[in-house]
């Protein structure tokens, strides 16, 4: 079976300093943490692989083609500290963003399209919040809305950097039974994830990092003591 995410000897470094050395991973369909401490390369291996950042060698693959070719199938949840909060857009606006490569560059967003996207909100639970203006809502909202434009794309392979990070109880609940429903479906959610507490719960499987790969595989397999002790030893720098 093709993996739906490969990369193969990534290398990324900041300033001459390394972020990530030689990489190289397959993932396995289901649900998976990526885990390390700061600094170590987790959301770097998401950009990068995404080609947000420039990466020194080694390459992605999205079920066995690069990113042009599968970009239809993939979507991306940046972290929400990235995000220009203050833009004139509804919440039903911002969903519906995802939804532009089946529109023409001209005219109204048509009603299908908005439909897609109301109902990628109601499955969120923000149905009710869809003209709100985005900088209006709670972070646990913003990040809600987000999660609903990834669901708008339709994609098979969802990449999220940190979706639980200061969120609600809530908020925390609902995206976990969206993400659990996306798998049941069969498709494929990459997560950046700090809380080691709700990894043999939630999570298939587990990529842990430390600028390299320390662990990787079932939960059952990879997330060890002995596994979590090398990888957060504790490493300075940038994640």
Known sequence: MTSPFSVEGLNVSYGGRPALTDVSWAASPGLTAILGPNGAGKSTLLKAALGLIPSDSGQARFFG???????????????????????????????????????????????????????????????????????????????????????????????????????????????????????????????????LSLITAHFDHVLILARQVVAAGLVAEAFTDASIAAAFGGLPGRA
Request: proline letters at 4%; a negative charge; charged letters at 25%.
């Open 65 to 195: 083609e690069g990113l042009d070719q599968a970009r239809s199938r993939v979507a991306y949840l940046p972290q929400r500290a990235s995000v220009d909060w203050d833009f004139p857009a509804s919440a039903l606006d911002v969903v519906a963003m995802a939804r532009l490569p089946h529109m023409r560059w001209w005219g109204s967003v048509p009603r299908a399209e908005r439909e897609t996207a109301r109902a990628a909100l109601n499955s969120v639970g923000l149905a009710e919040l869809a003209e709100r203006q985005i900088g209006r809502l709670s972070g646990g909202q913003q990040q809600r809305v987000f999660l609903a434009r990834a669901l708008a794309q339709k994609a098979d392979l969802f990449l999220m950097d940190e979706p639980l990070a200061a969120v609600d109880a809530v908020t925390e609940q609902t995206i976990l039974a969206v993400l659990h429903k996306l798998v049941d479906e069969g498709k494929t959610v990459l997560m950046v994830h700090h809380d």
